[in-house]
C-alpha cells in the first residue's frame, strides 16, 4: 500500500524550503545587525546564539551529514541504527557569503530531493531505528528534517 499523499505532502515541504530560508535569513541578517547595535549600548549579546551565517551552515551540515547520509545508508543497509546528530556549523568555504551559503543549501537540498525522487515504494518502505526517535521508513526521517528545517526558521525569523 502506497502513502503517496504523506510522501507527496513531506516532499513538497522539503522542496519549498529553501525559498523559505532565503526570506528568513535575509530577515534574521537584518535583526542581527539592529541586535549588535544595540549591543553597543546594551551590553553583549548572548553568546549561545547563532548568527544567520552559523544557522544556514548547520542546515548544510545537517544536509549532508544527516539527511543524505542516512538516506544512503537506508539504502544500502537492511534496518540501520542511527545515534542522535546534531552537527555544527559546517566549516567548509569559510569565506563563502550569506547568499552562497544559501545556494550551497540549495543545491544540497536539490541533490536530496532528486535521491528521493528516484525511489520506489519498496525504497519509501525502508527503515531504520533513531536511537532516541525509533523506527522511521522513508517517509518518517524525512518528515523528521522538514520539522528540523521549521524549527531553525522559525528561530532565524524570531531572532
Not at 540549495?106 to 525502508?126: C, E, F
Request: glycine share 6%; hydrophobic share 55%; aromatic share 6%.
Amino acid at each position: 500500500m502506497s502513502d503517496a499523499g504523506g510522501r507527496a505532502a513531506v516532499v513538497a515541504a522539503l522542496e519549498a524550503f529553501p525559498a523559505r530560508l532565503v526570506v528568513a535569513a535575509a530577515v534574521a541578517a537584518v535583526a542581527a545587525v539592529a541586535a549588535a547595535v544595540a549591543a553597543v549600548a546594551d551590553g553583549p549579546v548572548r553568546a549561545d546564539e547563532w548568527t544567520p551565517e552559523q544557522v544556514v551552515r548547520h542546515l548544510i551540515a545537517c544536509e549532508i551529514d544527516v539527511h543524505q547520509a542516512r538516506l544512503s545508508n537506508i539504502a544500502m543497509v537492511d534496518s540501520p541504527t542511527w545515534g542522535w546528530a546534531e552537527p555544527a556549523p559546517w566549516p567548509g568555504e569559510p569565506d563563502l557569503p550569506l547568499d552562497g551559503l544559501l545556494a550551497r543549501f540549495a543545491s544540497l537540498r536539490a541533490t536530496t530531493l532528486a535521491t528521493i525522487a528516484d525511489l520506489d515504494d519498496a525504497g519509501w518502505a525502508r527503515s531504520g531505528t533513531h536511537a532516541s526517535l525509533g523506527v522511521f521508513d522513508v517517509r518518517a526521517l524525512l518528515a523528521n528534517a522538514v520539522e528540523h528545517d521549521d524549527n531553525h526558521l522559525v528561530g532565524l525569523v524570531s531572532g
